[in-house]
């Protein structure tokens, strides 16, 4: 009970810390309930066996890679609440706090978060599932008298899912807080160059190589196996991303040593601001970085993969059947509610983590920087994020494209257009400069002697 008390204190206290697990949570439970609900709607007494089969297909393959997406979103959002908050942690394992005690806290703060968050997005998802059968209905893919319904399954199902990946996500975080010592807690609040543990290293190279797996599966065993053959595209796709987005830290790092020796030359305080951050606040700067290849991988792979099958269909003469239709309005659907969870998860990353940096730019300030080179900082920052975002989450959908395209077609050697790549490009870009820069702006607005002072969050 004490530990409750305690994380029912540091929300209060630290209320603007938590928006932004709270934004991602309730984005969350919003889609995946909102698909859950249609098992609920499979069960009606007028949905024949065909619509029912469809309906429970497209909730199991959103549930599955969205508790997946979910728990990451999450998790980054987790983990970057928790290195603001370094010196706070230490403060209580210096007077006497446990780790067993600091994970607790952690566990108990996210698990409070998770109900909240959770309850608040059952109304938007019973919205977004009735416009998703809407949907569905009209694209023909079931029939028109398939009545909408919104139970107990939509609510167990979307609640524990979301409940499960918060806590897992939360728990992950909480124990690797618990591990660190009140010095070490101290200097990473200051800064963050301490390399990264282990088990991501692990997990992340696990995730690639099950890409990479997949990858090769349907293109030399999966070739003509319709929806089966496109479902595992989609998840080499989405297993390389993941597996990037966990590594991304290090690649971050191997390209802050060229960017730093060439703006060595230049005269540009901006420029040498930025790539600091980037060395000394590496983790915090792939907060931003590890959405951006997630949306990317993601995007870019269902669209080129669903374009080369209906490429492939057209110049083989195969008609389009109501499957194919159905199979491509679900991977649209997928790819939709997938994407703008993770663009959710971007936008937050990018104002939680530029607001928190408040005491770093006043301190700047007091030493000589201006608020208009702390901008250029940022646009900097951001640009190098965005880059190699962009970059690995290319990577990661080049994967699942590859293999998809040697197995449908025995070539990877394919006149694509390029105009769908560039429209994601530039959707992530703008997502992430209009989130950062307003928030470094807003930042800096707090006179210099405040902004240098202690903040509570």
């Not at 997946?68 to 007077?95: C, D, W, Y």
């Not at 997928?334 to 959710?344: D, E, K, P, W």
């Amino acid at each position: 009970m004490t530990t409750l008390r305690l994380a029912f204190g540091s929300l209060r206290f630290r209320r603007g810390a938590f928006i932004a697990t709270f934004i991602n949570v309730f984005a969350g439970a919003a889609v995946l309930m909102a698909f859950a609900s249609l098992l609920d709607t499979a069960q009606g007494d007028a949905v024949s066996a065909a619509d029912a089969s469809s309906l429970r297909t497209i909730a199991g393959a959103v549930g599955g890679w969205g508790l997946v997406i979910v728990g990451f979103g999450v998790a980054s959002t987790t983990n970057l609440a928790v290195r603001q908050r370094q010196a706070e942690l230490a403060l209580l394992k210096a007077v006497g706090a446990t780790p067993r005690q600091i994970s607790r806290l952690i566990i108990g703060e996210g698990a409070v978060v998770a109900v909240v968050a959770a309850a608040l997005g059952v109304l938007p998802a019973f919205l977004i599932g009735r416009a998703v059968l809407e949907a569905l209905s009209r694209t023909d893919q079931i029939g028109h008298d398939v009545s909408y319904r919104f139970g107990s399954l939509a609510l167990a199902a979307g609640l524990s899912t979301t409940l499960l990946a918060t806590l897992g996500a939360t728990a992950v975080t909480a124990r690797s807080a618990g591990r660190v010592s009140a010095r070490e807690a101290l200097s990473q609040a200051t800064a963050d160059s301490r390399a990264i543990g282990t088990g991501r290293v692990i997990a992340g190279g696990v995730l690639l190589a099950a890409g990479v797996g997949c990858a090769l599966t349907i293109a030399t065993v999966l070739k003509d196996e319709g929806f089966t053959t496109l479902s595992v595209a989609g998840q080499a796709c989405i297993a390389s991303a993941i597996g990037l987005a966990l590594l991304s830290p290090i690649v971050l790092r191997v390209v802050a040593l060229p960017i730093e020796l060439a703006t060595r030359r230049s005269a540009a305080a901006s420029a040498y601001l930025a790539v600091s951050a980037v060395r000394e606040r590496t983790r915090q700067i792939a907060s931003v970085t590890m959405p951006v290849i997630v949306l990317t991988g993601l995007a870019v792979g269902t669209l080129y993969i669903q374009r080369i099958h209906n490429d492939a269909n057209a110049a083989e003469g195969i008609v389009i059947t109501v499957e194919d239709r159905s199979v491509q309005t679900l991977n649209l659907i997928i790819i939709g509610m997938i994407s703008l969870f993770a663009a959710v998860v971007l936008v937050n990353n990018c104002v939680a983590s530029l607001l928190a940096r408040r005491q770093e730019f006043g301190l700047t300030r007091k030493i000589g920087a201006t608020p208009g080179q702390l901008l250029r900082a940022v646009a900097w920052e951001t640009s190098i994020a965005a880059t190699c975002g962009l970059a690995l989450g290319t990577v990661s959908a080049a994967i699942g494209i590859a293999g998809f395209a040697y197995g449908r077609t025995g070539s990877v050697n394919l006149d694509l257009d390029r105009t769908p790549y560039l429209a994601v490009v530039a959707l992530v870009i703008g997502l992430t400069f209009v989130a950062s820069l307003p928030a470094a702006r807003r930042s800096l607005t707090v006179p210099m002697i405040d902004a240098a002072g202690p903040t509570r969050g």
